[in-house]
């Protein structure tokens, strides 16, 4: 099984709203990613957790939290976002750091109005 | 220079052509190779993944890796509409991963 889950699939927010992004994966991988994908553009990296601890984070505004509850999951906790932060969010997990071959979600479409 | 360059097409063929969709990279510490197949507003679907030079064969796709050259490639034989899509290379070293920009190839019936 290479299913990486995420819910919702869609989500639609104000500016004022606190919402969050889930992601599950059944895999036992120990790496997992949050990114972000503009239209016909490739996805750029937001943050890396390895062993459930935050290894990466690619300079994103704090407006974008998030948290690792166990090696299944991870989450994505947004509050006061802009509209430009409308994107697909996608979440990946590897097998680890030293096997970085990434397998992804289906993404949530986020839309900020 | 870009770390990884891909031409971003778009790229059209007819039902039944051989597509071949290529990456070169400048990074030497790329260690694994991948190939992502991405349907529009969908995630990334991983293909296929290499590791280190070499070819690999999965039904009609085929990866190369020539290290020596830093070229990646992928083969699609016997094409067919439902591959129409985004494809997009990837390499990662332990600690990072790169994409290409994208190549958008429709297959037309």
């Known amino acids: 099984d290479t299913e990486v889950t995420q819910t919702p699939k869609h989500l639609v927010m104000g500016m004022t709203n606190k919402k969050s992004l889930k992601c599950e994966q059944h895999m036992g991988h120990r790496a997992m990613y949050w990114y972000k994908q503009k239209a016909k553009k490739p996805p750029e990296l937001m943050f890396v957790?390895?062993?459930?601890?935050?290894?990466i984070n690619e300079s994103v505004p704090s407006r974008f939290s998030p948290e690792c509850p166990n090696s299944s999951l991870l989450n994505l906790h947004l509050h006061a976002l802009q509209p430009e932060d409308s994107a697909l969010y996608l979440c990946a997990s590897s097998p680890g750091l030293g096997i970085n071959i990434q397998y992804f979600g289906a993404g949530t479409r986020l839309s900020v109005l | 220079q870009k770390e990884v360059e891909q031409d971003p097409g778009p790229l059209s063929v007819p039902e039944g052509a051989i597509v071949s969709l290529n990456c070169t990279y400048s990074?030497?510490?790329?260690?694994?190779f991948m190939w992502y197949r991405q349907y529009s507003r969908k995630g990334p679907e991983l293909l296929m993944y290499t590791y280190s030079s070499g070819n690999k064969e999965d039904g009609r796709f085929t990866a190369q890796v020539d290290k020596s050259s830093k070229y990646i490639s992928l083969f699609i034989r016997d094409s067919q509409p439902s591959d129409s899509a985004t494809y997009l290379c990837a390499m990662s070293d332990n600690n990072d991963m790169r994409f290409g920009a994208g190549t958008r190839l429709t297959v037309k019936p």
């Open positions: 957790y390895s062993y459930e601890k935050l290894s």
């Open positions: 990074n030497s510490a790329f260690q694994y």
